[in-house]
């Protein structure tokens, strides 16, 4: 199974309103990596988590707040979001590489389309 | 990690021509790495090259790594219009940290 899965595929919220990503991979990466990506721009890394633990967060408002309950698992909690949050939210996961230096290839979900009224 | 910088930012061919892309970055790398990613969907990666390698295959792509200039060019030969795509190299120093530089729009015409 190399297949990282994204629920849910589009998601519409308000400002007020709390709601939940999801992101699950079953090819055993222990690390998990957040993306946002709006319309014609490359992906920006948000958070990785290695082994479970917050490796990586990059000056990410509060309002987004990640948690990997398990290797297989990671979420990302929205609250009182912004307009300019609307985006194409992907989550990744990889291996260390197998020279122990950097990590290889991530694989990637197909995204979770967010739009905020 | 570090960035890497495509080029050109877009390229428009026929189908059945050839399309290069060039990526240059700044410090030494472990490995780099190219990914597609066609409109509105996750990336896909296509090929690794580590640093000791110099040139890499796979399908029709062909990868090359000049460390001494720190530049990969990334070839797709027979190019369809299923190729229609942004492509990104992705330089890996040693970290988990992946900055994707702007890519390459290729625009496969039928």
């Known amino acids: 199974d190399t297949e990282v899965t994204q629920t849910p595929k589009h998601l519409v919220m308000g400002m007020t309103n709390k709601k939940s990503l999801k992101c699950e991979q079953h090819m055993g990466h222990r690390a998990m990596y957040w993306y946002k990506q709006k319309a014609k721009k490359p992906p920006e890394l948000m958070f990785v988590y290695s082994y479970e633990k917050l490796s990586i967060n990059e000056s990410v408002p509060s309002r987004f707040s990640p948690e990997c309950p398990n290797s297989s698992l990671l979420n990302l909690h929205l609250h009182a979001l912004q307009p300019e949050d609307s985006a194409l939210y992907l989550c990744?996961?990889?291996?260390?590489?197998?020279?122990?230096?950097?990590?290889?290839?991530?694989?990637f979900g197909p995204g979770t389309r967010l739009t905020v009224t | 990690s570090q960035q890497g910088e495509e080029d050109p930012q877009a390229l428009s061919i026929q189908e059945g021509e050839n399309a290069t892309m060039n990526c240059s970055y700044k410090t030494s790398i472990n490995n780099l790495q190219w990914y597609r990613q066609n409109s509105g969907r996750g990336l896909v990666h296509l090929i690794l090259?580590?640093?000791?390698?110099r040139e890499k295959h796979s399908g029709r792509l062909r990868v090359t790594l000049d460390t001494s200039k720190k530049s990969s060019s990334l070839l797709i030969t027979a190019s369809r219009a299923a190729d229609t795509a942004s492509y990104f190299c992705a330089p890996n120093t040693g970290g988990f940290k992946t900055i994707f530089g702007a890519g390459t729009r290729l625009f496969v015409k039928a």
């Open positions: 090259i580590r640093s000791n390698e």
């Open positions: 990744a996961s990889s291996t260390p590489s197998r020279q122990q230096k950097g990590y290889d290839e991530q694989y």
